[in-house]
């Protein structure tokens, strides 16, 4: 698993051709003349046919407030980058993957995304095997903050999140919250989302963000850290991530193993609720990168974010009993001017990308923040938390 106290170290980076026309071969194809050709896709090639209305948009945080973006941008010429695999049919499976494995290796670091469009999968398994295949090494769940279906054990392969459909999943780092995250994402279109019905999956450079949030609220948080307090209630009707499914365990005292060998500090109410919390840094330096990134979940774990959820929209709960909240490193409160700061810089920074099924996203956990729009109709997508 990652922590943070990983050492740093620099990977060479590759030159990227952008062209749509062009084949791309990795080292592995060079050296192999086996494989199947890799092309670049054009952004027009992926972008949604209809820009994703964000401003006054439903359940999206801030999206009423100031500087708040009217839709989200398109993808360019580099972010994401995304290839699609031109199979011969003499290739075999093995073949796609030694290639897909040697061009992540080139350019994952200085992309930050890549979208791998037209690879043979359309099952769980196929993706698990993926994964496994191009050297991921899956991470549980444990201590996770939303909530999704465990499907494979072995590869760590998950639902990406089963939250109801017209709820938006704000911009974050994953597992952010914990001192324990994954190095990489992946994603697997297993169902793509219908025409104009949304669903997509955003996508924004932690570093983009950093160069345009105001510097004194970056000088506030680097200096103080990020407070991040869960509430976990005992399971029980209507309970919302019970301490049970965030650890999975019935066993208190595997719960606060867990919490002890982490670092956090906790308590249990007299409900037989589980509060626990930790302050961690709100900026990282990037281990392979050495690039300064803004690695936190300050607005999407505060309390803001659920109270526009659908499912607590009847709710009028005190902000401690909420799943979760954050604050300043010191305990104070995050000012309503600077969450919706940040709200604002992060979708004004983002773009979005239309999924087709069969496609693979790999995305770098700390260069990379991703979110979640609503959607109507079906939609299902998977999910690698990758330790490295």
Not at 80 to 98: F, R
Request: glycine share 8%.
């Amino acid at each position: 698993m990652l922590l943070r106290s990983l050492r740093r170290f620099k990977l060479p980076l590759a030159p990227l051709n952008t062209s749509s026309t062009c084949p791309l071969t990795t080292k592995a194809q060079e050296s192999n003349h086996v494989g199947p050709r890799i092309t670049a896709l054009a952004p027009v090639e992926i972008q949604p046919s209809t820009p994703p209305r964000l401003a006054g948009k439903k359940f999206l945080p801030g999206s009423t407030g100031d500087g708040f973006p009217e839709a989200l941008s398109a993808p360019t010429d580099t972010f994401p980058h995304a290839i699609k695999i031109e199979h011969s049919g003499l290739e075999s499976m093995e073949d796609c993957v030694t290639s897909c494995r040697g061009y992540l290796e080139e350019n994952l670091p200085h992309n930050g995304a890549v979208l791998i469009r037209n690879l043979p999968l359309k099952t769980a398994a196929d993706f698990s095997n993926l994964t496994q295949g191009l050297g991921y090494k899956g991470m549980a769940y444990e201590g996770g903050a939303v909530e999704r279906q465990e499907l494979d054990k072995n590869s760590g392969t998950y639902t990406a999140s089963d939250e109801p459909p017209e709820a938006i999943i704000e911009f974050h780092n994953e597992m952010a919250y914990s001192p324990v995250y994954p190095a990489k994402l992946l994603f697997f279109c297993q169902q793509e989302p219908g025409k104009d019905c949304g669903g997509e999956t955003p996508l924004v450079r932690s570093s983009d963000i950093l160069s345009r949030l105001d510097p004194k609220i970056v000088q506030s948080f680097d200096k103080k850290g990020v407070r991040y307090v869960r509430y976990a209630p005992s399971r029980g009707p209507g309970a919302y991530l019970p301490w049970q499914d965030v650890f999975m365990t019935e066993d208190t005292k595997t719960a606060e193993r867990f919490l002890q060998q982490n670092g956090f500090s906790y308590k249990w109410e007299p409900s037989g609720a589980l509060v626990y919390w930790q302050v961690l840094p709100a900026l990282l330096k990037h281990p392979e990168t050495g690039e300064t990134v803004w690695f936190n979940q300050i607005q999407s774990h505060h309390t803001s974010h659920l109270q526009e959820m659908p499912r607590f929209k009847d709710y009028n709960l005190p902000s401690h009993q909420y799943a979760y909240q954050t604050y300043y490193g010191d305990g104070s409160e995050v000012e309503p001017a600077v969450l919706q700061h940040i709200r604002a810089v992060t979708w004004s920074c983002a773009v979005g990308f239309r999924w087709q099924n069969g496609d693979v996203l790999v995305v770098d956990n700390l260069a990379v923040q991703h979110a979640r729009m609503s959607f109507i109709g079906q939609r299902r997508i998977l999910a690698v938390l990758s330790v490295n």
